[in-house]
């Protein structure tokens, strides 16, 4: 220490005549928000979060240096911070522009050759930008997608509809729509162990080589599983799960969530989200949480404070 710097002489050191600053309550309130962080930091010590950072939650720069900044934090603290990001309004504002149609069922983009070029392109973009801003918060970020090294072999989806006059189950096609059947953790277990964070884009590849374009939450809870993560962590555009009375739901259980599919209370994105968190759970992933991405530093509150946020989704 210099001889000019005093015990107190930080950045945001408050009032420097007199002891009147060892009492200011802004720097006791900081002081309390650190030590409240320290026994959530002590259990989450080399454990794996998957974080899903939605398409939705991308829009503002301002939010996305928050985003940054919280997972080069969780990294610096012992945690391996796993980055799976979405894309799906940017894939539609492209398609748009270039005059492709497209069709979502259930949550899922009925996928074509020319679509699943289109989609690689984007989110390949997207991948870059956000391996910029964890360099920009001070990280270190190695952007992949499923392809490579072959990490994530993807199958195709099968979905069924039942036809409500015949009542009988009808294949439909999604094209190359594509789910994870095998994750090599190996891949991302190297780039955590070099001290790097692994940010990943929601495309896998074939047996036979062809590109699958798959759900990235779908994607993020495949890999949660495959991790053994502790936390799953999908940011998006609302507060959590809503019930029909737009209030939100705090706690899920996987029987709660097959409810609120049957009586209508989910739809849309929010139908493959929830099922990627079923599925986590149900594959050992400790919680997975619904968060909304909108609230600045969202993650690290849910993480380091004891006020829970969004939608916590426990096995029953
Ligand atoms: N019960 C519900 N509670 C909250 N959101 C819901 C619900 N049912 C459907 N949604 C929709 O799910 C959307 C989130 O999914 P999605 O659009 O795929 O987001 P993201 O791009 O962040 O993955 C919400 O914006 C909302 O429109
Ligand atoms: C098969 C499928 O639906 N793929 C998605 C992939 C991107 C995605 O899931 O992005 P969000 O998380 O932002 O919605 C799509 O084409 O939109």
Not at 30 to 54: C, D, I, N, W
Not at 128 to 157: H, L, M, N, P, Q
Request: proline content about 5%.
């Amino acid at each position: 220490m210099s001889d000019t710097q005093t015990p107190n002489s930080g950045p945001d050191s408050g009032p420097s005549s007199g002891g009147d600053h060892v009492h200011d309550p802004a720097l006791l309130a900081k002081a309390e928000t650190l030590t409240e962080a320290l026994p959530f930091m002590q259990r989450y010590a080399g454990k794996s979060f998957v974080v899903k950072y939605g398409g939705h939650a991308m829009g503002d720069p301002e939010l996305a240096r928050d985003f940054a900044e919280d997972v080069v934090l969780l990294k610096a603290v012992g945690i391996n911070p796993v980055v799976v990001h979405g894309g799906g309004p940017q894939i539609g504002a492209m398609l748009k522009r270039l005059g492709v149609q497209s069709q979502f069922v259930d949550g899922l983009r009925v996928t074509d050759q020319e679509t699943a070029n289109i989609a690689e392109m984007v989110l390949g973009a997207i991948n870059k930008d956000i391996v910029t801003w964890i360099g920009a918060a001070g990280g270190k970020a190695i952007g992949i997608s499923g392809k490579d090294a072959g990490f994530v072999r993807a199958s195709k989806v099968e979905r069924t509809k039942r036809d409500p006059d015949s009542n009988i189950e009808q294949a439909i096609d999604l094209g190359f729509v594509g789910e994870p059947e095998a994750i090599d953790c190996s891949v991302l277990k190297t780039i955590s162990d070099a001290g790097m964070i692994p940010v990943i884009s929601p495309i896998g590849v074939g047996a036979d080589g062809q590109t699958y374009n798959i759900n990235a939450d779908t994607m993020a809870g495949a890999v949660a599983a495959a991790l053994g993560a502790s936390r799953l962590f999908l940011l998006t555009d609302v507060a959590g799960v809503l019930d029909k009375a737009k209030k939100l739901l705090s706690d899920l259980t996987p029987a709660d969530i097959a409810a609120l599919r049957t009586d209508g209370t989910i739809s849309g994105g929010m139908i493959p989200k929830l099922e990627t968190c079923v599925h986590a759970v149900e594959q050992g992933v400790d919680a997975a949480v619904v968060l909304d991405g909108r609230v600045p530093h969202a993650m690290l509150l849910e993480i380091f404070t004891s006020r829970g946020a969004g939608t916590l989704i426990r096995a029953g």
